[in-house]
């Protein structure tokens, strides 16, 4: 079976600009959540999706969005860059919502110029 | 905010059993205890859970205290490939995300 996947793997991005990093989740997988991870503030939760709907969102701008597939392929959308941006994005996927047994992919590491 | 706190390094001799604790003395009777690791680089990995009894799987062995204040993630026998930041979550099934605290960095040392 196949882990989550997501892409790309590196970007590097002009402030002011935006971006959308793609998560694929495990097969059969229908829950995706997504955290930013930064040395200074650690793992931060961002967004929840199941069955296309937002279940939960973390305590980001709303430069920050998300979107969820009907196949449960998931993005994630940064608008007008910082450079406080710059982080590593990690995707999770798990069988159903309200699980925490997570599968995480490697990341996509954002680094904004 | 995180429910648990956990030490922030720990060191282990290669072969040797890693103990690392976790507090989480506030957690509701309802709140899961959960362990993932942070290997360099990659994304995190879940590990074991519990809620009040003690659990074993082939990654390691998780000890809950009687009054569930505290608990401990052990491996038994610890490898290179072990170093990592471990992190205990308090985890209530529901509508709340996972809540990484900042972690044990467990560095083992040949």
């Known amino acids: 079976k196949a882990g989550v996947t997501q892409t790309p793997r590196y970007l590097i991005k002009t402030r002011g600009q935006q971006v959308t990093l793609s998560c694929s989740p495990i097969s059969g997988h229908r829950s995706v959540s997504w955290y930013q991870q930064t040395p200074g503030q650690g793992l931060q939760f961002l967004f929840e999706?199941?069955?296309?709907?937002?279940?939960n969102k973390g305590n980001f701008p709303g430069r920050f969005s998300g979107r969820q597939f009907s196949n449960s392929r998931s993005e994630m959308n940064v608008s007008t860059l910082e450079l406080g941006d710059s982080a590593l994005y990690l995707c999770?996927?798990?069988?159903?919502?309200?699980?925490?047994?997570?599968?995480f992919g490697q990341g996509t590491r954002l680094t904004v110029v | 905010d995180a429910k648990t706190t956990q030490p922030p390094s720990m060191d282990c001799a290669e072969g040797r059993a890693a103990n690392l604790p976790c507090n989480h003395s506030?957690?509701?009777?309802?709140?899961?205890v959960y362990w993932y690791r942070q290997i360099h680089s990659q994304g995190p990995q879940y590990i074991i859970h519990?809620?009040?009894n003690n659990e074993t799987n082939e990654m390691a062995s998780l000890i809950i205290t009687e009054d569930r204040k505290s608990s401990t993630l052990i491996l038994p026998h610890a490898t290179l490939r072990d170093t990592a930041v471990y992190y205990c979550i308090a985890f209530y099934s529901g509508n709340t995300p996972l809540v990484f605290g900042k972690g044990t960095r467990l560095s083992v040392i040949a």
């Open positions: 506030t957690i509701s009777g309802n709140e899961y």
């Open positions: 519990g809620l009040k």
């Open positions: 999706y199941f069955s296309e709907t937002q279940r």
């Open positions: 999770a996927s798990t069988d159903r919502a309200g699980r925490a047994e997570a599968f």
